[in-house]
């Protein structure tokens, strides 16, 4: 893309981070991009994916890239430009590819499915692809009811992904060197007959009037219920050895370790926690060794311990001990997503938080015990009073609370049992501690009936009456330290309708999309009347599929694609809900007959009663023995990495320092962090042969070693090109550049080098000139001259080379871009910049290198 740097946020879309993975495209019998359709950041975040790209590249005969889909202003430069979708490694076409596995999390992505086939050149209905287009898989939550979208996909992968990749990808190589016989359809009989595996275009839906009466089989290869695939010895399966680091912040920015699969808890309206049985856990000697490979490979300061209910881990508190012995002279955080009221612990807590603290989080989800009951979440207000009452003791003054609005049988009373809680809790800080400075969150989301759960027959509320309870919640908050946050109503509901949907829900899909809907689960970019159009264009109504109630022994669209749980246990635990009886965890008690073991043969896996190794004794780390010693190196940032905000490029530096395993300084008390401080920013979009950056380490080392040691773990793009020791106290790096050199290169026609340089010498002419810096935050009128060190200088080679230097002020500086703003707009210069070059040559105090000063 051409104009790459005017894009938000660009590195979303260069590739090329440490522990990317690139292949010889013709070299590789099995060609695969993996798609998450949303952006970057919360596609760089999925587990899953990151687990399947590890073990499809760690295959000699198969090629593994990602892809992800396209902010609004890139999509409007691709298709501007002609450019067609491209995978991140190679660059190369989507369309290229073999496979095209897309996951998928949530429902109100699907529009994002479709507008990146459409950018991809793909057909976006799988009955029209050619041979030569790629096969598009899905996968993901949404598998147990992708009728909505079956249309535009060739099969999906039911279950866990890590064995039944493996088995598509050799299917797919013996079908390709035995010369396709059958074509597309010949492969989709085969992969059909993959435990796991779901095609689609082999079931023939049937309707009578409005109503879904079942699937009719067209090919003898497809089974007529498609069976989950799970993993069952989860503690040998393959993790993620080398995880790609991201260059950019991501919504989850930091190393995950899954603890275990799998929850039995039995929240009925949670659909994770019944399609993913069993659980089955990881020991914890093995936990320990994926940590040690991921910190060591990443460079990432945090670990999240990450699993449905990672509170449930038979072993965690071991664990947590045993990971900050590890991790101790490292100073690694650690991280749970949320904690279970009910088995809480402060002390746990304090581990776990006892690098970084933050604030905690609880999901009592219903604001009575009766409607607690009737979800079956099994906690009580007071056990959620006794965890917080110990929290507020020792010191934390945060809690967000999570619930659901509009479950099952909610009455105006469960809605201000919300507010009692929040302000109760409230109430017990000040209390506890005689203050006033509490902060309480409370997270209200609007409840979705999906497949596969014990709600799966109720109707959904509507949007009215959603925003009308939204307003009720919120009137009766009276109190300043609680913050209210809720979903998008209308949002919620057309979730609703997707989640239960049926085949004739892809027109309406495919209509949206062609009216402008993506990003549909971005507030800011959900259209609620564009669906609504949608909706009745294709005759549909909306409310058939969400609010609809369905009853026991109507054929649901779904059932076919099954996570081995039986519907007789979904059907009893919807009557249990009826009356608000609870279900025990069959883990603390006795098995609950939900199915899953018996219809998988496999069992849970947890190692609470397990007879484990005596603990190793960790070595305290060692003192320092020495002063830390200061150095300063001068960094290239190569224009493959001119992308990079600031910000992201000192994180690059400062995990490669993590890497190296140079003893790195460390700051003491809360929220500890590397003693590393970096000169004047570098605007985005300019390369640079002078960054520097001033680092501690806590034993004296040579330059030269610390110098190879950096280098290896840098990426691509960057190298440490000079460094050295800092003697006695030296002025931070930042506090002494009082100047900066460019070199702006462009492609230019020699015939106009007159016409430029009279624009050069009117500008170096010019006395003053007033400039106004517009920026989201604020106005800002400046006079560039004074931030002008010298004349602007131009010459002539194969290409325009413009220099000039800027001062570094207390005041601020002005960027280059601006200067060649200026230089076009008012004085005239004979060409855009927009093929411009810019470098970053010297930083300079008192006209010396930072290095020699």
């Given at each position: ?324 012995r590890d991790f101790r002279a490292e100073f690694v955080g650690f991280s749970l997503p949320s904690l279970r009221v009910d088995s ?412 430029a340089q009279i624009s050069v010498d009117a500008f170096n002419a010019a006395r003053e000139i007033p400039f106004t810096r517009v ?79």
């Amino acid at each position: 893309m051409k104009n790459i740097f005017e894009l938000t946020k660009p590195a979303r879309y260069t590739g090329g981070e440490f522990g990317s993975v690139t292949k010889n495209f013709d070299q590789t019998s099995c060609r695969i991009v993996l798609a998450l359709p949303d952006v970057y950041e919360v596609g760089m975040s999925n587990l899953g994916l990151a687990i399947l790209y590890s073990i499809l590249n760690h295959r000699a005969d198969t090629l593994c890239e990602r892809v992800y889909a396209p902010w609004t202003d890139a999509e409007e430069i691709l298709r501007a430009e002609g450019h067609k979708l491209f995978a991140l490694e190679s660059k190369r076409p989507v369309r290229d590819f073999d496979f095209v596995g897309f996951s998928l999390q949530y429902e109100m992505i699907y529009t994002n499915v479709l507008n990146m086939l459409n950018l991809a050149n793909i057909h976006l209905h799988a009955a029209d692809r050619s041979d030569d287009e790629p096969f598009v898989i899905g996968g993901g939550p949404c598998v147990y009811n992708v009728e909505p979208v079956a249309d535009f996909f060739d099969l999906f992968i039911v279950g866990e992904a890590e064995e039944i990749f493996a088995e598509v990808v050799e299917a797919f190589i013996a079908w390709k060197n035995s010369g396709r016989i059958g074509g597309r359809r010949g492969l989709l009989k085969i992969l059909a007959g993959i435990a796991g595996i779901y095609v689609p275009s082999f079931y023939e839906p049937s309707y009578d009037g409005e109503d879904f009466i079942g699937l009719k089989i067209s090919e003898p290869s497809a089974p007529p219920k498609i069976l989950k695939r799970i993993v069952r010895d989860f503690d040998a399966t393959p993790t993620v050895d080398k995880p790609v680091v991201p260059f950019m912040e991501i919504v989850h920015d930091r190393a995950m370790l899954e603890l275990f699969r799998g929850c039995s808890r039995g929240c009925r309206f949670c659909q994770a926690g019944m399609t993913y049985r069993p659980v089955r856990e990881r020991r914890e000697e093995t936990l320990r060794k994926i940590a040690r490979r991921l910190i060591d490979s990443s460079g990432w300061d945090e670990i999240s311990l990450t699993s449905l209910s990672s509170a449930d881990y038979s072993c965690l508190a071991r664990l947590i001990d045993d990971l900050q012995r590890d991790f101790r002279a490292e100073f690694v955080g650690f991280s749970l997503p949320s904690l279970r009221v009910d088995s809480f612990s402060i002390d746990l807590a304090e581990k776990v938080q006892a690098v970084r603290k933050s604030g905690l989080t609880f999901a009592p989800e219903a604001g009575t015990q009766r409607l607690r009951d009737v979800i079956n979440k099994n906690v009580t207000e007071q056990n959620l009073l006794d965890a917080c009452a110990a929290a507020f003791a020792k010191g934390w003054k945060t809690v967000k609370l999570y619930f659901m609005m509009g479950l099952p049988t909610e009455t105006d009373e469960d809605i201000a049992g919300i507010a009692e809680l929040a302000h109760k809790v409230a109430e017990l800080y000040r209390t506890i501690k005689h203050r006033r400075d509490v902060k309480v969150t409370i997270s209200v989301s609007c409840f979705v009936p999906k497949p596969w759960t014990p709600f799966q027959w109720s109707g959904q509320i509507s949007a009215e009456e959603f925003e009308r309870r939204q307003l009720l919640l919120k009137s009766l908050i009276r109190d300043k330290a609680i913050t209210y946050n809720y979903h998008n109503a209308r949002l919620s509901v057309l979730e609703g309708a997707l989640a239960r949907g049926d085949r004739r829900l892809a027109r309406v899909i495919e209509t949206a999309w062609r009216l402008g809907a993506k990003f549909d689960g971005w507030s800011d970019l959900f259209k609620p009347d564009v669906w609504a159009e949608a909706f009745a264009i294709c005759g549909i109504d909306p409310k058939y599929f969400s609010e609809r109630e369905r009853n026991f022994w109507e054929p649901l669209p779904w059932e076919h694609t099954s996570p081995a749980v039986n519907v007789s246990f979904l059907r009893d635990e919807w009557e249990r809900s009826q009356l608000a009886q609870t279900t025990r965890d069959c883990r603390r008690t006795s098995c609950t007959g939900c199915g899953v073991c018996m219809n998988l043969g496999a069992n849970v896996v947890d190692f609470a009663n397990a007879e484990l190794p005596p603990p190793e004794n960790f070595p305290e780390a060692e003192p320092k023995t020495f002063a830390p010693t200061k150095y300063r190196a001068q960094i290239r940032k190569g224009r493959s990495i001119a992308v990079l905000s600031h910000l992201d490029y000192m994180n690059v530096f400062m995990r490669a320092l993590i890497r190296s395993k140079l003893p790195a300084a460390w700051s003491e008390g809360f929220n500890p962090h590397l003693k590393v401080s970096f000169a004047t920013a570098l605007a985005v979009g300019c390369a640079s042969d002078c960054e520097y950056v001033d680092f501690e380490l806590t034993a004296p080392i040579d330059e030269l070693t610390v110098a190879e040691r950096l280098n290896e773990q840098l990426p691509s793009g960057a190298e440490i090109l000079r460094l050295k020791k800092l003697r006695g106290k030296p002025k931070p790096v930042m506090s002494l550049v009082d100047t900066s050199r460019y070199e702006v290169r462009l492609p230019f026609d020699e015939k106009f080098f007159p016409a430029a340089q009279i624009s050069v010498d009117a500008f170096n002419a010019a006395r003053e000139i007033p400039f106004t810096r517009v920026t989201p935050k604020k106005i800002r009128e400046l006079e560039l001259k004074r931030y002008l060190a010298e004349d602007v200088r131009l010459s002539m080679s194969d290409e325009l080379i413009i220099k000039f230097s800027t001062r570094i002020t207390p005041e601020g500086s002005i960027k280059p871009s601006e200067v060649l703003q200026i230089l076009r707009e008012r004085f005239d210069f004979p060409n855009d910049f927009t093929a411009a070059k810019i470098n970053r040559t010297e930083l300079l105090h008192a006209g010396k290198n930072l290095l020699d000063v």
